[in-house]
């Protein structure tokens, strides 16, 4: 028979078997949760973009929706190439998102990234953005078409800006004045550059998104001669399209949210609930009328399917227009 200290050890034993047990079948519930850490979502401009200020607007919805602080991080340089080598790398566990656009298909076609869209998986389209030809309020030219008429009778002489060589803002523009059989000379900045520069007099046109370009208009140093897009941007209701201005021409830029290929499809879900919750909110539509975006959700599967044949078109066109490198 045994005696009370071997009992009383076999129960311990017992116990501390039990607890180990235990303590196993929590931790992997314990590492499946997510998130459990702040999440960054990468922005290939600087602050004060058009892209940073919309970033920073579903940045504060999705807080509220995950659990968790959504951190924007600005990785500005190459039209956006930058920022999607650092996300490619990443690794793919939610953690590290980019919010991406058109400029993922014109950045590979520009010979600035190694990889295409393909290189994502996509979570959520969130916004609409239209493209917009912009000066200064003392500018001679009123419309599109004295613009494209200076350019064309002088040809190289306008200094028109735009995000960087191989943006989404670059390659319309190019593509635009091309189009017009017209010429000018293309100066590529940093995005919150471009606005800066305009105002200063260094250049004398922008293709820009309305983000950047809305508070200078409200306070009257900027003016509006046209959009690029197939329908008039809400920012700017009263400026007619290059197509209402009788030039065949759009180009319509979409945001959204990407992560690693590889992602976990349960994380991937939920940061697409998230972004469903966010976009859909009144706080994002009332924002979207303020800065110029339009709130635009489309699922994973849609926004894949956006993406997809957006890339396609692009690569058209950059061929067309002597931009496809790759």
């Not at 993922?104 to 917009?132: H, M, Q």
């Not at 040809?155 to 028109?160: A, K, S, V």
């Not at 670059?170 to 293309?186: N, R, T, W, Y």
């Amino acid at each position: 028979m045994k005696d009370s200290t071997s009992l009383k050890a076999s129960s311990w034993m017992r116990l501390a078997a039990a607890g180990a047990s235990l303590a196993f079948a929590v931790a992997p519930t314990l590492a499946g949760e997510f998130p459990s850490k702040p999440i960054e979502l990468i922005v290939q401009f600087p602050a004060g973009s058009s892209a940073d200020v919309v970033a920073r607007v579903l940045a504060d919805g999705m807080t509220k929706h995950v659990g968790q602080n959504v951190v924007v991080i600005n990785r500005p340089g190459a039209g956006g190439a930058l920022a999607y080598k650092h996300v490619q790398a990443a690794k793919p566990d939610g953690y590290t998102l980019v919010f991406n656009s058109n400029s993922i298909s014109t950045v590979r076609y520009s010979g600035l990234t190694p990889f295409d869209y393909k290189a994502f998986d996509p979570i959520a389209r969130v916004t609409v953005e239209n493209p917009v030809i912009a000066v200064r309020k003392d500018s001679p030219w009123n419309n599109l078409s004295d613009m494209m008429a200076h350019a064309r009778a002088k040809p190289g002489e306008i200094r028109l800006g735009n995000s960087g060589t191989g943006s989404h803002t670059h390659v319309s523009a190019e593509a635009f004045v091309a189009g017009q059989k017209a010429e000018v000379l293309h100066v590529p900045f940093a995005a919150a550059q471009v606005v800066t520069s305009l105002l200063g007099g260094h250049i004398d046109a922008l293709v820009q998104l309305p983000g950047a370009l809305a508070p200078h208009v409200r306070a009257g140093t900027l003016k509006v001669l046209g959009t690029l897009s197939s329908v008039r941007e809400p920012a700017f209701p009263t400026v007619p399209t290059a197509l209402e201005q009788g030039m065949r021409f759009q180009a319509d830029m979409w945001r959204g949210v990407a992560a690693p290929k590889g992602t976990p499809p349960a994380v991937l879900a939920k940061l697409e609930t998230a972004l469903q919750k966010t976009v859909n909110s009144p706080e994002f539509k009332a924002q979207g009328e303020k800065s110029g975006f339009i709130p635009a959700f489309q699922t994973a599967r849609e926004f894949a399917q956006t993406i997809a044949t957006d890339d396609a078109a692009l690569a058209q066109l950059m061929a067309k227009v002597g931009l496809k490198l790759q």
